[in-house]
């Protein structure tokens, strides 16, 4: 992309490494579209660690991913109606993104492929924009004042 390479290196604040010490160059919060629970913590708990340790001068990009697309089109399974669940719809998660601050919303389904593909091109799109060819950030434009 943009005629050079780029590798991507992906780390979840679960692993019992100490996620404060990365330095990303793109931040994704993911939360389960099956889950309203876990988008209202990115708004409540991950956002605020995110501007304490990572964007607190807001130079990078924020992401927000919704995992599990499927789960809405799965209303029935062999004939049989299962009990409703609860899911966010995009334009709920989209609000809470804006509210956020956040650059960009995405989804998708790794079960099922759906939209995989757009969300690491929109997730590569929005770190070349933000890095040199060096991998630090972009230079500042400069502005004369006459």
């Not at 309203?36 to 304490?52: A, D, G, I, Q, R």
């Not at 599990?68 to 709920?92: A, L, T, W």
Request: net charge negative.
């Amino acid at each position: 992309m943009y005629n050079r390479p780029y590798r991507f290196e992906f780390s979840d604040t679960a692993s019992p490494t100490n996620y404060t010490l990365l330095r990303p160059a793109v931040i994704i919060l993911c939360y389960s579209i099956a889950d309203p629970e876990s988008l209202e913590s990115l708004k409540t708990t991950w956002k605020n660690v995110v501007e304490t340790h990572f964007n607190y001068d807001e130079s990078l990009p924020v992401i927000v991913l919704g995992l599990q697309r499927d789960v809405r089109s799965k209303s029935d399974y062999g004939g049989e109606v299962i009990e409703k669940r609860k899911f966010v719809y995009p334009q709920e998660a989209l609000r809470i993104a804006q509210e956020m601050r956040c650059d960009r919303y995405c989804e998708c389904s790794a079960l099922t492929g759906e939209l995989c593909r757009e969300v690491f091109e929109d997730i590569a799109k929005t770190a070349a924009m933000t890095t040199t060819s060096q991998g630090g950030k972009t230079q500042g434009t400069e502005c004369n004042v006459m």
